[in-house]
């Protein structure tokens, strides 16, 4: 302490770095589903981060597109192979992405 009262360090400040954003639980589900039943032709997606500022679901044959950093949704039907992508932005600025696919019953025809 100065003879003013007021302390003073002498070691520097060093601020914390930003943490990295972790998805915690991502999950699409069913994996295989039919087109013609109305019972199990969409999905149930669910994910959750942590030390996320932003997430974005998306998938490449509907359009289907959530944000935020947990929730759950349902897909609309589902006609062909889909591949759900999750993408969060960490504090830090840095990406993770993880993503899991949806395959379709074949359609079998007789000749």
């Known amino acids: 302490m100065t003879e003013t009262g007021v302390c003073v360090s ?17 999950s699409v589900n069913p994996k295989l589903v039919n087109p013609g039943n109305p019972s199990n032709d969409t999905a149930t997606v669910t994910w959750a981060a942590q030390n996320a500022y932003s997430c974005d679901v998306v998938n490449n044959t509907t359009d289907d597109a959530w944000s935020g950093t947990s929730g759950q949704r349902q897909s609309q039907k589902l006609t062909t192979q889909t591949t759900f992508t999750l993408t969060c932005v960490g504090e830090d600025g840095g990406h993770v992405t993880q993503s899991q696919t949806v395959n379709i019953v074949p359609n079998w025809q007789e000749n």
């Open 10 to 26: 002498t070691t520097p400040y060093m601020p914390q770095p930003l943490p990295h954003a972790n998805i915690i639980s991502w």
